[in-house]
């Protein structure tokens, strides 16, 4: 199951995944997004996948990285949290962190929610 909810005025999306989750689905996710009326142009996600039971494989996260590839010309997606705090899970989001640097400003792999958290907001914040 993925759940999202849009706060169009902070253009933050937050996004639980739970359970028997494949990374095709967040893929899908990610489409549905972009379809979604109430979405801002420029995204910035924090997704948690701290209560995902199925490890993604490679192909599942080049197929993710291939979506986000031909999203980008509808979506300019910003900054991007991802929670994912097994460590078989935290290692292979590492990898997709790699894959997927081209298709956000910002990218980052976190075991910590609030590390997450914090790091969308120190981010996020104007340039002084």
Same mark, same amino acid.
């Given at each position: 199951?993925? #759940?999202y909810t849009?706060?169009?005025? @902070?253009? *933050?999306i %937050?996004?639980q995944?739970?359970?028997?989750?494949?990374?095709?689905e967040? $893929?899908?996710h990610f /489409?549905d !997004?972009?379809r979604?009326?109430?979405?801002p142009?420029r !995204?910035d996600?924090l *997704?948690? *996948? /701290?209560y995902?039971?199925?490890l993604p494989? /490679?192909?599942?996260? @080049?197929a993710? #990285?291939?979506e !986000?590839?031909? !999203? /980008?010309?509808?979506?300019r997606?910003?900054?991007?949290?991802v929670? $994912?705090?097994?460590?078989?899970?935290f290692?292979? *989001? %590492?990898?997709? @962190?790699?894959?997927a640097?081209d298709?956000?400003t910002?990218l980052?792999v976190?075991? @910590?929610f609030?590390?997450?958290?914090?790091?969308?907001?120190s981010?996020?914040?104007?340039?002084?």
């Amino acid at each position: 199951m993925v #759940t999202y909810t849009i706060d169009a005025n @902070e253009r *933050l999306i %937050r996004t639980q995944c739970v359970g028997q989750v494949t990374l095709e689905e967040v $893929a899908a996710h990610f /489409r549905d !997004l972009a379809r979604d009326p109430a979405c801002p142009d420029r !995204l910035d996600v924090l *997704l948690d *996948l /701290r209560y995902v039971e199925t490890l993604p494989e /490679r192909g599942q996260l @080049e197929a993710v #990285t291939v979506e !986000l590839g031909r !999203l /980008r010309a509808k979506v300019r997606f910003g900054l991007c949290a991802v929670v $994912a705090e097994r460590p078989a899970l935290f290692g292979m *989001l %590492r990898v997709f @962190e790699v894959l997927a640097q081209d298709y956000f400003t910002a990218l980052r792999v976190f075991r @910590e929610f609030s590390e997450a958290e914090g790091w969308l907001v120190s981010q996020r914040q104007p340039v002084k």
